[in-house]
């Protein structure tokens, strides 16, 4: 039993930043989200037409896509006002391989929560929650040093950074496009940067209030 209680305990924690951090990730996945992005401070207009209106309306329409269960027609079978498509073959190339890292996250993102319900229980029964919200506490610390070291890399070099999570993610220069095409003139760099930052904000909330109320309901169950 202890050393159950053990594993558990350091899974407890060191899991803790993925939850964290893909819970902010789906919070970042939302309508609300979008309208927040799109009306921030000096975001770039589209240089080739498209109102913040339009934007708002097909990056609202990619989102269901990505969060769906629709093939990739939902998203070929549209068309711009112009009657051009709204996304050529190799973007929808990219739109799929983006949907599936999307669908795995929300499915981890899913167990996560699972486990955490399912752990929280059991040491609440085992009359371990004093222990249990410690390994919280020591996650929420954990967290808070990775997302540090994210926002610098932000800060120092955000090229660096989202070239290196696209080359993760990513098979070759399949993330890679013209300044015209529909996915950057709704998603430009600028976007890349807020969303990043947004992340950070809000994985960091998340741990502080893990980390400080872990500790404080730790000291009240011991």
Do not use: C
């Not at 799929?96 to 899913?110: A, C, F, P, S, Y």
């Amino acid at each position: 039993m202890k050393r159950l209680s053990s594993w558990l305990l350091g899974l407890t924690t060191i899991l803790l930043p993925l939850l964290l951090i893909t819970t902010a990730i789906r919070i970042l996945l939302t309508p609300t989200y979008l309208q927040i992005a799109y009306r921030l401070p000096a975001f770039p207009p589209d240089p080739f037409g498209f109102t913040t209106e339009e934007r708002l309306y097909w990056a609202n329409y990619s989102l269901t896509y990505l969060l769906n269960q629709a093939d990739i027609s939902f998203l070929a079978d549209q068309t711009l006002s112009n009657g051009q498509p709204l996304y050529n073959a190799r973007e929808l190339r990219h739109m799929v391989d983006v949907k599936n890292l999307v669908q795995l996250m929300l499915h981890v993102w899913t167990a996560l929560i699972i486990f955490y319900g399912v752990v929280g229980i059991w040491f609440w029964r085992t009359h371990q929650g004093s222990a249990f919200w410690r390994a919280l506490s020591r996650g929420g610390w954990l967290t808070l040093g990775l997302i540090l070291l994210i926002l610098i890399g932000v800060v120092v070099s955000f090229n660096w950074l989202f070239t290196a999570f696209h080359r993760l993610f990513f098979e070759g220069d399949t993330w890679l496009f013209y300044y015209s095409d529909t996915l950057i003139r709704l998603f430009p760099l600028r976007f890349w940067q807020d969303a990043f930052t947004a992340m950070g904000l809000l994985t960091l909330t998340l741990a502080l209030i893990t980390a400080l109320g872990g500790q404080k309901l730790a000291s009240r169950t011991a």
